[in-house]
């Protein structure tokens, strides 16, 4: 296995940062690096989430120190039980744990609360009866200071009414508590936010034992001292939330000091990453859930056929910095096939089958012939395939007349090798009533067999691939394709709905495949010869019923600079 498919992190400007934290005199000195992964429980993770797993756990595995995971359930509205189990699923998939750091950051809303009060009691925060409307009309803009008729409420009448919103006297909507920090800020981050609302809402795990919910910009920064976070690695959209986390950190009595770093999200072309908008997708049925093939989600990677050491790769290949960028999926294509190429089993599949029946074989006959199973992997040996005078070719590999430098099967055509078989001959052909060929005819010659082109016989034709008719299994296959048209769908004024790809999904019912597959299970996967790679379905395929999806195709057509 190579180390670039098998990769740890390289150095970049977010460990400079640490470097200098725990060096000598460092903020951090002598401490253990601590970060977390703090997602929201109200979707799927999908493959942007995959780069920030990648640099939270990964960067704590650098410095040998600790990463937790944190649901981050301050929102009650579409958080669920469902989506904190599937997260936790996903980590572990891409192959990391937690230990025992498994937290909710409302496990800290007692604590929180404190906090608010405190900050109250410092002068620092206030109640305020804004609506909505008018908070946004009162906010300001870059020459205009905000303003608020609440602002210098007195200290006890704050205290007063904060314990009757927590009590549930008061409807969703109608007071807010809001930092008293800089009605002037250049940042508007920092004018006056608001750090409770009301929201009588049933919580997945409180029930119904609060009615004020804290905003993510207070939960956030107390969450990671209260854990003891060293380094809290976030995405590019917090750096102007920066100065706010370093206020609440300042102002409240909290055990540690946590240091917010910033870098660029992941962004990939002919996707989106919303979690809204893919709840969308799921909701409308334009897809067939979270985990479909389709989707960006690892679930629906997962079940595409992408490996955790693929996602790794791609992960850390692209790098960590500031600059934001948007990535080719054929990128996310390459890692995978490269991972593929030196671990999947190659395997005779037939998609679009047509019989073909060698005339001068013995009818009843059949023998075996010998196969290599990975040419990458030359331990993993070879294995025998039946072959008998009935076999299933495909379609697209025979033509009653030939196209100009068609060199595979036709009547009077030139030798073409069976991969790992015989020559044969193309004599002809039968058709249906409608013009469709429903038998091909073939000769073969006795002493060709193994095919090998290294036996140094000339042959023009092309190499086929084949399944024996007598033990073939039957099999479904699903050939995916981009959701999406557009390399930007969500981009601009667009409506992404307008830019799905009707091609998307083609389903192949009535493939072969070699008998050898016919127990096989997720999440197997094997490359089909001439066609690509494909993993065994983990949701629909059976015993009875095996199904195939298309993981990527053979051509790679990505150049890697």
């Not at 690509?532 to 015993?543: A, E, I, Q, R, T």
Request: glycine share 8%; proline share 6%; aromatic share 10%.
């Amino acid at each position: 296995m190579s180390e670039e498919l098998n990769p740890t992190m390289t150095q970049n400007f977010i460990h400079d940062f640490i470097d200098e934290d725990i060096a000598q005199g460092g903020q951090f000195q002598g401490m253990t690096v601590h970060t977390r992964f703090p997602p929201e429980p109200n979707g799927y993770l999908h493959i942007g989430h995959a780069k920030a797993i990648f640099v939270d756990f990964g960067t704590a595995e650098k410095y040998g120190g600790l990463c937790n995971l944190r649901m981050d359930d301050t929102n009650p509205t579409k958080e669920d039980v469902e989506y904190v189990e599937a997260i936790q699923e996903d980590i572990h998939w891409l192959g990391y744990d937690w230990g025992d750091r498994f937290f909710f950051a409302s496990d800290y809303f007692e604590k929180m609360y404190e906090y608010a009060v405190e900050l109250i009691r410092k002068g620092l925060a206030y109640v305020c009866e804004l609506t909505p409307e008018e908070f946004k009309e009162y906010r300001g803009d870059v020459n205009t200071p905000a303003r608020s008729p609440w602002r210098d409420r007195p200290v006890e009448e704050s205290l007063d009414l904060f314990s009757r919103m927590r009590a549930g006297e008061f409807p969703n909507g109608k007071y807010t508590l809001r930092a008293k920090i800089d009605l002037a800020s250049g940042n508007f981050n920092m004018r006056d936010p608001v750090i409770y609302r009301i929201n009588h809402m049933h919580h997945h795990r409180q029930g119904d034992k609060w009615c004020i919910y804290p905003m993510y910009d207070f939960a956030h920064p107390l969450e990671d001292a209260l854990e003891g976070i060293t380094h809290s690695l976030c995405s590019l959209e917090f750096e102007d939330h920066r100065p706010l986390y370093d206020w609440v950190i300042a102002n409240c009595p909290v055990p540690a000091r946590p240091r917010q770093i910033e870098f660029a999200r992941l962004g990939i072309n002919y996707t989106v990453m919303s979690k809204r908008k893919l709840r969308q997708l799921v909701e409308e049925g334009r897809v067939s859930g979270w985990d479909d093939p389709r989707m960006p989600t690892l679930c629906g990677l997962r079940r595409r056929g992408y490996t955790p050491r693929a996602i790794r790769n791609f992960s850390e290949r692209n790098g960590v910095s500031k600059a934001a960028s948007t990535v080719e999926f054929a990128f996310l294509e390459h890692c995978l096939r490269e991972d593929l190429n030196e671990t999947a089993q190659r395997v005779m599949a037939v998609l679009r089958p047509v019989r073909l029946t060698i005339t001068n074989y013995p009818e009843g006959q059949s023998e075996t012939v010998t196969v290599e199973n990975n040419p990458n992997r030359p331990e993993d040996g070879t294995r025998q395939v039946s072959f008998s005078r009935h076999l299933w070719v495909e379609a697209e590999d025979f033509l009653e007349i030939p196209v100009p430098k068609y060199k595979r099967l036709y009547p009077g055509g030139p030798e073409c090798r069976l991969k790992g078989a015989y020559l044969i001959t193309c004599t002809g052909c039968e058709k249906d009533e409608n013009g469709n060929v429903t038998e091909i005819f073939a000769t073969y010659d006795p002493e060709s067999r193994g095919g090998d082109p290294a036996d140094g016989r000339k042959v023009k034709g092309a190499t086929i691939h084949w399944v024996d008719a007598d033990t073939a299994v039957d099999a479904e296959v699903r050939l995916y394709d981009n959701l999406f048209t557009d390399a930007e769908p969500d981009a601009g004024d667009k409506n992404f709905l307008d830019c799905l790809n009707p091609s998307s999904l083609e389903v192949l019912p009535h493939a072969k495949v070699e008998a050898g597959l016919a127990g096989a299970e997720a999440p197997a996967s094997f490359q089909f010869l001439r066609q690509g790679y494909f993993c065994v379905d983990n949701k629909d395929s059976g015993p009875e019923h095996l199904v195939f999806n298309r993981s990527v195709g053979l051509k790679d057509s990505f150049k890697v600079k």
